[in-house]
């Protein structure tokens, strides 16, 4: 059974860490393109961040970019999202999805529908 599990969430001051985990299981995850999302209340899903299988390059979206870095050990088979000097603008539910492929899609590793296997979610709360 392909299974995607995020975890690591949680509430965090402002200028907090966290380090989210994607523990892929039923498939390997060297082979796929690994994507980020997350979801505010009343806002739509929006993509984070994704990595490429065939050379490692990643890609951020723009209010991230500095502060989060996307990562996989294909030993464990999970997926890493380090996310440093939060703000309470990043507060959502984040989750990990996976697309089989070598590159994040150039025009759109963005989109939701490009990926295909998701997980269930972890919930990131930055505030005082």
């Known amino acids: 059974q392909v299974q995607l599990v995020e975890s690591g969430g949680g509430l965090v001051q402002p200028g907090g860490s966290l380090r989210l985990s994607c523990a892929a299981s039923?498939?390997?995850?060297?082979?796929?393109?690994i994507g980020w999302f997350r979801q505010a209340p009343g806002k739509e899903r929006e993509g984070v961040s994704c990595?490429?299988?065939?050379?490692?390059?990643?890609h951020y979206t723009d209010s991230v970019k500095g502060r989060f870095t996307i990562s996989k050990d294909n030993a464990k088979n999970t997926a890493y999202l380090q996310m440093n000097s939060l703000k309470p603008e990043d507060t959502a539910v984040y989750y990990c999805?996976?697309?089989?492929?070598?590159?994040?899609?150039?025009?759109?590793?963005?989109?939701?529908?490009?990926?295909?296997?998701w997980g269930q979610g972890t919930q990131v709360t930055v505030s005082s």
């Open positions: 990595l490429s299988n065939a050379d490692g390059s990643a």
């Open positions: 039923g498939f390997a995850l060297d082979g796929y393109v």
């Open positions: 999805a996976t697309v089989p492929g070598a590159y994040c899609s150039a025009y759109g590793w963005w989109v939701v529908y490009e990926y295909n296997y």
